[in-house]
């Protein structure tokens, strides 16, 4: 069965902070989850790279089965997302 989110190892370090060290988590289809920590955690980051506008410095992501960097039209297809700082424009086509 298809996962929703399948996330390895997932790193990410802007200049010299660690945000992400290894995060590494399966989200079956029909879950819902979600994503709590402190300010600093690392969620806003890890929602980043999912939906494409932060490169991750390791590990891979996939949303239903598309690596969102390698098949990242097909994962980001599969997403909506309601930000709470970002413009939407640039998750419609032109
Ligand atoms: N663009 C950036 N440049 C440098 N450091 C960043 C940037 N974005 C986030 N960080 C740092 O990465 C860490 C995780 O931040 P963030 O993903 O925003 O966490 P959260 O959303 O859980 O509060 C924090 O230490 C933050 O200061
Ligand atoms: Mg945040």
Redesign the pocket.
């Known amino acids: 069965m298809t996962k929703t989110l399948e996330v390895d190892g997932l790193r990410k370090r802007?200049?010299d902070?660690d945000?992400l060290e290894g995060v590494s988590l399966t989200v079956p289809e029909g879950a819902f989850f979600w994503l709590l920590?402190p300010?600093?955690?690392?969620?806003?980051?890890f929602i980043n790279i999912l939906v494409g506008l932060v490169r991750a410095s390791g590990g891979s992501t996939r949303v239903f089965g598309h690596d969102v960097e390698d098949d990242y039209r097909r994962a980001r297809d599969r997403i909506g997302l309601a930000p709470q700082e970002f413009n939407v424009d640039r998750f419609f086509d032109p």
């Open positions: 802007y200049a902070v945000a920590g300010n600093g955690a690392g969620k806003t980051t």
